[in-house]
């Protein structure tokens, strides 16, 4: 991942992430559709096309997990409503939002249905509304599920 990626976290992620990276671009994730659009919007004046995205997994997590792809249940989306197709496409191809092939699946919300789910998943906090939003505009996304914050911190390479 480039050196300059931004950085999207869970809110209780950002002050550490500030103090191990300064000077770079930290951004917690919102719980607001609104605020969302608009953060991600803001990170169009920057030069950078790269993002690291860190959910924070809901239940007990073991190890960090890298995520290939995400299940937006809250029946909310970033791209409803008026859309500035200068920005990029209505309808994003969404196959490949993240850079891993391997991985497990972040979900966001809930759904019965869950429990028959095949693939390996897990319950996230946020940040699947921001994920769209930034493969809206193009961004290329790295994600990871955060167990152990100290343990992503000492084995990244940015």
């Known amino acids: 991942m480039n050196q300059n990626a931004l950085i999207f976290c869970a809110p209780d992620f950002r002050k550490r992430l500030e103090q191990a990276f300064p000077g770079r671009i930290v951004v917690s994730y919102s719980n607001d559709i609104a605020v969302c659009r608009k953060q991600v919007a803001a990170l169009d004046s920057?030069?950078?096309?790269?993002?690291?995205?860190?959910?924070?997994?809901?239940?007990?997590?073991?190890?960090?997990?890298?995520?290939?792809?995400?299940?937006n249940l809250t029946r909310q989306n970033p791209l409803i409503g008026p859309v500035d197709l200068s920005k990029g496409p209505r309808f994003p191809d969404m196959s490949s939002v993240y850079e891993e092939n391997d991985g497990v699946i972040a979900v966001l919300g809930e759904d019965e249905d869950l429990k028959n789910f095949k693939e390996p998943w897990a319950h996230v906090t946020g940040g699947v509304w921001e994920a769209i939003a930034l493969k809206h505009r193009s961004y290329t996304i790295d994600a990871w599920i955060i167990a152990d914050l100290e343990k992503w911190i000492s084995s990244i390479n940015i």
């Not at 920057?46 to 299940?71: A, E, P, T, W, Y």
């Open 46 to 71: 920057q030069n950078v096309r790269q993002v690291l995205l860190l959910f924070k997994g809901i239940h007990h997590m073991v190890s960090n997990q890298s995520v290939r792809d995400h299940i």
